[in-house]
Structures are given as structure tokens and as C-alpha cells.
């Protein structure tokens, strides 16, 4: 039965996405409103619903591992699998804000985390993310959201899009997005929970099935919505989604998760955190190397082989 719901997870969230993106890219037409900033928020934030209700559920029963597994896992896939392969179906096109702004900010995220986390700015031997990190991580986050609410007005005011939304009722364009996000969300829990419960069978850790099985799984919607986007040549919504929802992994969930319960931190979890600074630190270089603002075919090849020797590394040790 856990198979058989798995493969149900996979259809609600591959029909989600079709409805998501769509509806997603029709809101923006009518609104005059990028393909990016949705994607940074509306698809970002949906496809990270399923990492916000596997995390406030790990850290109400103190499963610190799964919440750090799950974020910083679920981060790493986005980035390296979930980007690799959008950039190899189609070669992602990026705006001068997401090379300039958006991919830093998540740089930024990243850093931050590793530094709450590791108690560098008060030097204690206890390590954990504290409510307080928690605040200041949820401060940066609004900080956030007011930059790309920011260019949207921006957008809103110096541009003018005269193509046509595909769909043009705003009862539609919502009906697609909302369905859309439920398909989605309930792809994404079918899959985790049934993976979590195989994993268990075969006796894999905590922080394993953490950064694998729940990660990979939390990721689906991302994965789905990202490879949809770039098969309908809609980068700014590939890249937008991938990187808003690292943002929203970072800066808003692990920020809830640490209200709900402060994260015990374990050392070993460093080196995950660095994997995803460099993936982030690559892409960021990727954005000037070969053809500008652009993630080349090969680019998005070494973020596959990169991700694949990492998850070798993981299974060995």
C-alpha cells in the first residue's frame, strides 16, 4: 500500500504543478506582474508548504534531525537536482535582479543559518537554533519579501506586458492556483510519509532519511513545478521557484520550527551546509561564466554530478 500511495503522490503532485504554473503565469500577464516575483512567492511558498508541515510536526515532537535534515536536504536537492535537471531539459535564462539579488540573498540565508547554528555570534558549547536566531532569521525574511514586493511595484510601473494570459477569469486563474497548491501539498505528504515509512523498514538514521527520503520528498513539488516551468520555457518560474523556496526553507521555516521548539544543532550537519553554501556560491559564479545570466547546459550538468557525489559520500559514511 505505502508503493501504491507513493505513485499516487507522484500523480497529485505532477497535475498540481501543470495547474499551478499556468495559473501562476496568467495571474502575472494580468497583472502585469513578472514571471519571477510569482514565482518567488505564490509558487515558491506553495511548493514549500509540504517542508513547513513535515517541519512543524518534526520539531512539535523534537525530531531536531528531521527538521535540519529536512530544510538544509531539501535545499541541497533544489539546487543541484531540481536545477540541474530543469537546466539540462532547457538552459535557464536569468534576470539581472536574480543574479544580482536573488541567488546573494539566498547566499545570505544560507550563511546565517551556519553561523546561528553554530553559536558564533555568543560562543556557546549548547548548540541549537534559539528562538531568537529564529526572529532574526524571520526578520531577514521580511526584509525579503519587502524587496520583491518592492520590484514588483517597480515592474508594475516601468513595464508593460501586451501578450495575453491563457486564462483570463480571475475565479479560474485562483481555482488553478489553489487546486494547483492542494495537489501539490497532498502529492508531496502521500510521498513523504510512505517513503518514510519504507525507509524505516530497511533501518536508515534520522538524519539520513532526513536529508534523502523526507528532503527529496518535500522537494517533489519544486522538482515537478521547476521541470513543468522549463519544459514550457518559462525560466524566470523554474529559477524563481528554486530559489524563493530555498529562501522560504531557510528564512521562514526553520525560523516556525524554532518557535515551536528551539533545534538542537548536531556538528555533523556543517558539512550539509557547506555543500549548499558552495552549490549556491557555483551558481552564483555560473551566472558569469559561459553565456551571461544564463545556466548553461554544462553548468547544470556539474550541479548534478556534484549533488550525485555528495549523496555517494552520504551512503558511505
Known amino acids: 500500500m505505502s508503493i501504491l500511495f507513493v505513485f ?12 499551478l504554473v499556468d495559473g501562476a503565469s496568467s495571474l502575472a500577464k494580468k497583472y502585469n506582474v513578472s514571471d519571477l516575483v510569482i514565482g518567488l512567492t505564490i509558487v515558491a511558498f506553495g511548493t514549500s508548504a ?5 517541519n512543524s510536526i518534526a520539531s512539535a515532537q523534537g525530531y531536531s534531525d528531521i527538521v535540519l ?19 539540462l531539459i532547457y538552459p535557464i535564462k536569468v534576470q539581472s535582479s536574480t543574479a544580482w539579488k536573488e541567488i546573494p540573498l539566498s547566499l ?12 558564533y555570534f555568543i560562543g556557546s558549547d549548547n548548540l541549537l537554533i534559539s528562538r531568537l536566531d529564529g526572529i532574526l532569521l524571520l526578520l531577514t525574511f521580511a526584509a525579503f519579501l519587502y524587496y520583491v514586493f518592492w520590484q514588483m511595484r517597480k515592474e508594475q510601473s516601468n513595464t508593460l ?13 485562483w481555482g488553478f492556483i489553489i487546486i494547483g497548491l492542494a495537489g501539490l501539498i497532498l502529492g508531496g505528504q502521500l510521498v513523504v510519509d510512505n517513503s518514510v515509512k519504507i525507509a524505516s523498514l530497511i533501518g536508515v538514521s534520522e538524519k539520513i532519511i532526513g536529508l534523502t527520503i523526507v528532503a527529496a520528498g518535500t522537494s517533489l513539488p519544486e522538482l515537478v513545478t521547476s521541470v513543468v516551468a522549463a519544459l514550457k520555457r518559462n525560466s524566470d518560474i523554474a529559477i524563481g521557484n528554486v530559489i524563493g523556496s530555498n529562501i522560504f526553507n ?11 521548539n528551539p533545534i538542537s544543532f548536531k556538528p555533523n550537519f556543517n558539512l550539509d551546509l557547506v555543500v549548499l553554501i558552495s552549490g549556491t556560491v557555483f551558481l552564483l ?6 553565456i551571461r ?23 558511505k559514511n
Open 50 to 54: 509540504p517542508e513547513l508541515v513535515v
Open 293 to 315: 545570466k544564463k545556466l548553461d547546459r554544462w553548468e547544470a550538468a556539474i550541479l548534478l554530478v556534484l549533488y550525485l557525489s555528495y549523496l555517494f559520500y552520504l551512503i
Open 108 to 119: 545570505l540565508a544560507s550563511v546565517l543559518v551556519i553561523l546561528f547554528a553554530n553559536n
Open 161 to 173: 506586458d501586451t501578450s495575453k494570459p491563457e486564462i483570463t477569469s480571475n475565479l479560474k486563474i
Open 250 to 260: 531557510l528564512l521562514l521555516i526553520l525560523s516556525v520550527s524554532s518557535f515551536i
Open 8 to 19: 499516487l503522490g507522484f500523480a497529485a503532485l505532477i497535475f498540481g504543478a501543470n495547474w
Open 285 to 290: 559564479l555560473a551566472m558569469f561564466t559561459g
Open 69 to 87: 535534515g529536512n530544510v538544509i536536504g531539501s535545499n541541497n536537492f533544489n539546487l543541484f537536482i531540481i536545477l540541474g535537471i530543469a537546466g
